[in-house]
């Protein structure tokens, strides 16, 4: 009966140890960029700011208003194609700039068991977007919802998930 016991608390055991490994690899690891990833988004910025200068004497400066209609400007004009995923994910990336210095954002690797991911995160909460895909996984299939309203559905999207003030400080 001992021997029994014994063998069902080892059992139970390691139940919980093979269910907390699975509980595991279900949760996403989450760290900051790395290097090649800094040095990746920097290169996809410098390419949209050179075609941008190059086509209308601009560049995207940080200016909410001005670099969303300059990005929506390339998508028009057709400088930016809904088969070119490098230049579309480029533009996410500039997007999710203006999120971040708006929202109090910043960028993070999530990796889980769909892949790895670049996206933004509140703080250390759970509150996560993914600006580099927004634009692009959109015009792939050819829609053309406006930069701005994009940008505009992120943004309540993390407004909702904060809590109200003070209590975000």
């Known amino acids: 009966m001992i021997l029994l016991s014994r063998a069902l608390l080892v059992l139970l055991a390691c139940t919980l140890v093979a269910a907390h490994a699975a509980q595991a690899q279900d ?20 390419q949209l700011d050179e075609l941008a200068a190059r086509h209308y004497g601009r560049r995207f400066t940080g200016d909410k208003d001005g670099d969303l209609a300059l990005l929506q400007r390339l998508l028009d004009d057709q400088l930016v194609r809904g088969d070119q995923t490098e230049q579309l994910q480029g533009m996410g990336i500039i997007l999710g700039d ?54 505009q559905k992120a943004e309540d999207a993390i407004s909702e998930a904060l809590p109200p003030l003070p209590f975000q400080q």
């Open 27 to 46: 949760e996403p690891d989450v760290s900051e960029p790395t290097a090649i990833d800094r040095q990746y988004m920097q290169h996809q910025r410098q």
């Open 98 to 151: 203006l999120l971040a210095r708006e929202q109090g954002l910043h960028w993070v690797v999530y990796e889980d068991k769909l892949g790895r991911s670049r996206a933004l995160r509140y703080r250390e909460t759970d509150n996560y977007l993914f600006p580099v895909t927004m634009i692009s996984r959109r015009r792939e299939v050819g829609n053309t919802t406006p930069v701005a309203d994009i940008y």
